[in-house]
């Protein structure tokens, strides 16, 4: 593991070495993920491509507040004017997807990575949008991973923030010790149960995760703003944009994935946006890693 300053906040970060092809991919993970979720699919990807992944901020081993104060850190990184200007982007808050898109894109310039395809999963679909709208010229395509969304059904995301609000509250530390806990997370959110190796590490990253990032995370990407600013973001896109879903994912529903890639050029224009994985549930890339890395390497063209 190694670590990088991003905005005052280290960050936690794996590099694997380069290879032939001249992009990187870069992997985000999930609400309460981490980055080692996607050594399964890196380790069959990294032979060919360099691959890097990452813990955000608050997440994982990363730390959750800069030693500084936010508002006073300057960078130079370029955003492009097109996209803040059309699209509405704001970095007033600490944990919107913006605001993380920032600190990928310090990331990417402090690791003089100039050309990256971007792989999210869940949030990090969200955030790889973001970065992509912000950093045209790096970024030369997104892949999404049970990643969808652009429809706000005021009743349902109420539930679902007062739901996840309380969810946050109830996590003692010492859950992680409990006996046994690790086998309902082998069975949460996914087609079939999981190696409970990674249901360990699902316990351990829920546990760890800083409460302000987890809850602000939560509260800052699940507001009506920016819910229906989402199909807006994917249209505006001139990148390749493609979405792989699980066909029994129940967090983000293959209809709401299909619905938001309907946005973007390729769907309306061959709708072949949209791969949707057989006998997989929300973490399609502890589930099915062969197939993500094979539609993955399909994918991106070196």
Known sequence: M???????????????????????LVFIH???????YWQPVISRLSIDLQCLSYDMRGFGESQSQPETDFSQVQTSVSI???????????FDSFYTPAAYAQD?????????????WLIGHSLGGTIALWAAAQMPDCVKGVICINAGGGIYLKEAFEQFRSAGQRFLQV???WLSQIPWIDLLFTRA?????????????????????DPEAALGTLLDSTTEEEINRLPQLV????????????????VMEPKYVRHLASFHRLFQYCGDNVIEIPDCGHLAM?????????HIRSIVEC
């Open 2 to 24: 190694a670590t990088i300053e991003i905005l005052g906040v280290t960050h936690a970060y794996e590099l694997t070495a380069p290879t032939s092809c001249p992009h990187a």
């Open 30 to 36: 999930g609400w309460l993920n981490s980055r080692g």
């Open 80 to 90: 492009a004017p097109s996209s803040s200007n059309v699209i509405g982007s704001s």
């Open 104 to 116: 990928l894109a310090i990331l990417l310039q402090q690791l003089n990575i100039t050309s990256a």
């Open 171 to 173: 996590r003692p530390r």
């Open 189 to 209: 959110s996914v087609a079939r149960p999981l190696e409970r190796y990674w249901a360990r590490q699902r316990v351990i990253d829920f546990v760890v995760a």
């Open 235 to 250: 249209s505006q896109l001139k990148q390749p944009v493609y979405f792989l879903t699980g066909t029994q994912d129940k």
């Open 286 to 294: 502890l589930e099915q890693p062969d197939a993500v890395a094979n």
